[in-house]
């Protein structure tokens, strides 16, 4: 017996027919294909092979929507469990708890798998910041969503499509010689 992973991310329970008859092993198959009894949000359905008495279960975990507010506060645990610095982990909490969430509840979102493209170029557009604080709020927004993709919340990162924003940073250069006198 071994445990094998679906394509969807079902779980099955491997078990030998433990026959060499086509007929006997297309009949347990059918049985594998039969529609799972629903209990909820795990689903598990017995199969019982014509050869052997042993029993397997189909297990399906099926997602829940993921709220933003959880979502959101799954990412500041995680952000706090890596031991992020304070200052790090304080912007993170004024662009996540007080920007981004408050953003979201006055736009009527409140399910992570609303958030689109669109919505988030217009959250960008509330952005009042300057160039090279946008783009680094934009770095901090793209890897949220990329948690959630990771953490199987959404199915595909909105944040895909968002352009890249130009920073035109006056290069440090040395003090001139009489600046230097000075």
Known sequence: MQWI????GEKFLRISVKTRSWEKAEEYRRQLETPPVDAGN???QPYRSPEASAVAFR???RKSRVTIEAA??????DARTRSLEVSTLSKLSTIFQKQFLSWTKSEGYKFLDE????????FRDTWIDGPLAKRKKQARLIGFFWMCVRRGYIGDNPTFGLGK?????????YFPPDEFDK
Not at 5 to 8: A, E, I, P
Not at 72 to 77: D, K
Not at 165 to 173: E, G, L, M, N, S
């Open 72 to 77: 959101v506060e799954a990412y500041l645990r």
């Open 59 to 61: 297990v399906e975990r």
């Open 5 to 8: 992973w679906g394509t969807q």
């Open 115 to 122: 958030i689109d493209l669109d919505a988030l170029m217009s």
């Open 42 to 44: 795990l689903v598990r």
């Open 165 to 173: 924003i130009k920073v035109d940073q006056i290069p440090t250069d």
